[in-house]
């Protein structure tokens, strides 16, 4: 088995943990490739080596997680996420289970859980390329005063008109991250589903929507500013007013490992301590 290392360059602990993640690797007779630091080329050539049989570690928070993805695109390479972050949703094996972590990709005892991935494309006169989101996509507002309109519709037909500071769509994997933050609801991630949520709504009757994953979503933005911002998974570009976006499910889920002892339910109660009574 090949491991693939990528860790986060801005944290002193994912830089003290390494060479020890590496060592214990070694010692298991496993194969191992470092990403971090490289870009370009050199990732895409040292990516396009490994198979689905391999693993990509992520050694840092959900931010460096969601670059792994992104590097790893549609290659279908499962990544372990090993948490040197704050929350850790995805990035959820903590650097005190090492030795255990190992033993496991090492008699492969665990599971890989396939990821929905969304989609969005602008309209056909701009020459921005499409780009993909494990988390979500987030229309918003470019400036701090005035609200933006934002018209949605489901295929063919609309949903809603939304005057708001922003919207969201959601993937399972993100409704625990921007979406959960704005009163979105949590999906679990083999569930088949977006979440269409609005950010600071002017009405309050608009809510967070459950969709049907093979739907597509079209938008277009109305501002005072003439001009919006498209976030993909925090990656953030200002466009004018007269792109049109359209949303839909990626033609790759990205796989991630997962272990019996880290469910999305007990996550759940470790993360967002479900279940304790703080009283």
């Not at 060592?23 to 050539?45: C, E, H, K």
């Not at 689905?52 to 990544?79: C, E, K």
């Not at 650097?95 to 056909?124: F, G, H, M, W």
């Not at 501002?223 to 007013?241: A, E, H, W």
Request: glycine share 6%.
């Amino acid at each position: 088995m090949k491991i693939a290392i990528n860790r986060d360059l801005r944290s002193q602990l994912s830089q003290n943990v390494e060479p020890q993640l590496i060592s214990l690797l070694t010692a298991s007779r496993m194969d191992v490739v470092r990403l971090t630091g490289f870009d370009g080329p050199t990732a895409t050539a040292l990516l396009d080596a490994m198979t689905d049989d391999d693993i990509v570690i992520s050694l840092g928070g959900d931010g460096t997680f969601l670059r792994t993805a992104a590097m790893i695109a549609h290659r279908q390479i499962p990544i372990l996420g090993i948490n040197c972050g704050r929350l850790g949703f995805m990035a959820d094996t903590t650097t005190d289970e090492l030795q255990n972590v190992i033993n496991k990709l090492a008699t492969r005892q665990y599971n890989i859980e396939r990821r929905t991935v969304v989609c969005v494309k602008p309209s056909a006169e701009h020459t921005l390329p499409q780009q993909f989101a494990l988390n979500e996509i987030a229309v918003l507002k470019q400036d701090l005063s005035a609200m933006i309109g934002i018209d949605v519709k489901i295929g063919k037909e609309h949903l809603n008109t939304y005057y708001a500071d922003g919207l969201i769509v959601a993937t399972p994997t993100g409704s625990t991250a921007y979406n959960l933050s704005v009163g979105g609801p949590l999906l679990h991630p083999e569930v088949h589903s977006l979440v269409v949520s609005p950010v600071a709504s002017h009405s309050l009757t608009a809510r967070p929507i459950v969709i049907p994953d093979d739907c597509e979503i079209s938008i277009s933005v109305g501002s005072r500013s003439n001009s919006f911002m498209l976030s993909v998974d925090g990656q953030s570009t200002i466009l004018p007013c007269s792109t049109t976006l359209t949303i839909h499910k990626a033609h790759y889920c990205q796989p991630v490992v997962r272990f019996a002892e880290h469910s999305f339910f007990s996550t759940l109660n470790q993360k967002l301590l479900w279940g304790e009574d703080k009283r």
